[in-house]
């Protein structure tokens, strides 16, 4: 069969549309953003963090977070009115649970650099699920939580166009060891699902390079 010009463009853009879904969009973590409890790698494009980090001692608690809600916190990011009336939850990266040991801690999960649009399903569902999982497992050992974002289209939401992921992820490590214990990959869709993959792929997926 004859390739002509027209076929080649059209062969060549959905390969390029192939490739931006496997790889991730590129972004860049522009300021790291450390609270004690958690650090936020945030991008000023997005108005949100790629990931977050932090380490996961028995977590849990007793915290009355009644009065707590998202807000600024100093810098350029999402507001509630980005969220008013939209099919998205406001989604915590550094589980607010986890703190809850620690109200002030517990307090500084509200701010909007560990803020992301996750679906009602996922936040919800099986990402909450995990994360009283992860949890459970912290009371016997020292966790490392990585817990980020990856952005295949070029989805926004709200007056501030802040970026809306196409999957959520969790990367948790025995804190002692540096041994990987999950690799959990979520669509940020309605479908509650998730897949546990290898470390190395999911960084092919990324779009951008983790810190130490």
Same mark, same amino acid.
């Given at each position: 069969m004859r390739i002509t010009l027209f076929m080649k463009k059209h062969l060549a853009l959905a390969f390029l549309i192939c490739c931006s879904f496997a790889l991730g969009q590129t972004f860049k973590t522009d300021t790291i !953003?450390?609270?004690?409890? *958690?650090? #936020? *790698?945030?991008? *000023?494009?997005?108005?949100?963090?790629?990931?977050? %980090?932090? %380490?996961?001692?028995?977590?849990?608690?007793?915290?009355?977070?009644?009065?707590? #809600?998202?807000?600024?916190?100093? !810098? !350029?990011s999402a507001s509630g009115s980005d969220y008013a009336g939209s099919p998205y939850d406001k989604g915590h990266l550094a589980n607010a649970e986890d703190f809850a040991n620690d109200c002030e801690a517990d307090e500084k999960t509200f701010c909007y650099y560990n803020c992301v649009p996750q679906t009602k399903k996922l936040n919800r569902g099986i990402w909450k699920k995990w994360e009283t999982s992860i949890r459970d497992e912290s009371q016997s050992k020292p966790l490392f939580i990585i817990a980020g974002n990856i952005y295949s289209t070029n989805k926004t939401l709200g007056k501030n166009n802040i970026g809306v992921p196409d999957y959520c *992820?969790? !990367?948790?490590?025995?804190s002692n060891t540096k041994e990987v214990m999950h690799c959990l990959l979520f669509p940020n869709d309605n479908s509650n699902s998730f897949t546990e993959i290898p470390l190395d792929e999911l960084k092919t997926k990324l779009g951008y390079d983790l810190m130490p």
């Open positions: !953003i450390d609270v004690g409890a *958690y650090k #936020s *790698y945030f991008n *000023y494009q997005l108005k949100e963090p790629l990931y977050v %980090t932090y %380490t996961l001692y028995k977590g849990g608690g007793d915290c009355d977070r009644k009065g707590f #809600s998202f807000k600024k916190c100093g !810098i !350029i *992820y969790k !990367i948790v490590l025995d």
